[in-house]
C-alpha cells in the first residue's frame, strides 16, 4: 500500500534560516505529492503539489521536487520567517486510483524563533 | 465564508454514547471525503462520496462507524457506542471534481471519556 515517511521533528530555527523537511513516499502506480499545512488555529491547507517526476511545486517562498529516483519529495525555504511556524504535512495521492484520497505523514512541527 | 465548516468543533461523549459529526462542503463540490486525525499524527482516510453515493468506506475502523450524505451536500459521520479509541480530530475534505485540490474544514476534535 501507499505510505509516506516524514523526518522526525520538532524543528527549531532561527529566523532567516534555511528550511529542509524531508519526505519519502512508497506507492504502487504514479503519485501525485502533496505539502499541506496547518497554522496554529486553522485548518489543513494545500501549500505546494507536483504531479509528476521531477516537477517542482512552489509557494509562498517553499519549493519541493517530485524525485521518482529517490521516491522524495523535501520540503525547503530558503530564509524562513516567523510566520512560517507551523505543522507541516507531506501526502500523496494515486492519481490512477478509483478516487483521490489522501495518505498523509505523521506530520512536523517548525518553530521559527524572532 | 465559503469554505467547508464542521459541527460542532468540540465534543466530548462518555463511552458507549452515540455521536453525529456534520461537515458543510463548499457548494457545489461533488467529491467529499472523510479523515480520523489521531493526537500527534496524519490524517487517515475513513471515506469518500462522489455526489450522494459512497465509493469508497475503506477507512472506517469499524461497523460502529456511518457516513451518509443523502443529498449530496451536507454529510454526516456518525458513530455508535463510542470507544476511547474513537477519540481524535475528525476532518472533512471537499472538492470541485475527482482529482481537484481538497479544501478542508476546521475538524471536529471528538474526546470519550
Known amino acids: 500500500g501507499n505510505s509516506v515517511t516524514q523526518m522526525e521533528g520538532p524543528v527549531t530555527l532561527s529566523e532567516e534560516a534555511f528550511l529542509t523537511i524531508n519526505c519519502t513516499y512508497t506507492?504502487?502506480?504514479?503519485?501525485?505529492l502533496f505539502w499541506y499545512v496547518q497554522y496554529p488555529g486553522e485548518g489543513l491547507q494545500l501549500l505546494l503539489k507536483?504531479?509528476?517526476?521531477?516537477d517542482k511545486g512552489s509557494n509562498k517562498g517553499f519549493e519541493a521536487t517530485y524525485r521518482k529516483e529517490t521516491t522524495s519529495f523535501h520540503l525547503e525555504k530558503g530564509s524562513v520567517q516567523v510566520s512560517d511556524s507551523a505543522v507541516y504535512f507531506c501526502?500523496?495521492?494515486?492519481?490512477?486510483?478509483?478516487?483521490?484520497?489522501?495518505?498523509f505523514g505523521k506530520g512536523i512541527t517548525l518553530s521559527v524563533r524572532p | 465564508g465559503a469554505g467547508v465548516s464542521q459541527s460542532p468543533r468540540y465534543k466530548v461523549a462518555k463511552r458507549g454514547q452515540d455521536v453525529a459529526l456534520r461537515c458543510d462542503p463548499i457548494s457545489g463540490h461533488v467529491s467529499l471525503f472523510w479523515y480520523q486525525q489521531a493526537l500527534g499524527q496524519g490524517p487517515e482516510f475513513l471515506t469518500y462520496f462522489q455526489n450522494e453515493a459512497q465509493l469508497d468506506k475503506s477507512g472506517l475502523p469499524s461497523d460502529r462507524f456511518f457516513a451518509e450524505r443523502p443529498e449530496g451536500s451536507v454529510s454526516t459521520l456518525k458513530i455508535q457506542r463510542t470507544q476511547q479509541e474513537d477519540s481524535a480530530v475528525y476532518l472533512c475534505?471537499?472538492?470541485?471534481?475527482?482529482?481537484?485540490?481538497?479544501?478542508f474544514g476546521p475538524g471536529t476534535r471528538l474526546t470519550v471519556l
Open positions: 506507492a504502487t502506480g504514479y503519485p501525485s
Open positions: 507536483a504531479t509528476k517526476a521531477d
Open positions: 475534505a471537499s472538492s470541485l471534481e475527482l482529482y481537484d485540490e481538497q479544501f
Open positions: 501526502a500523496l495521492s494515486d492519481q490512477a486510483g478509483a478516487n483521490s484520497k489522501l495518505t
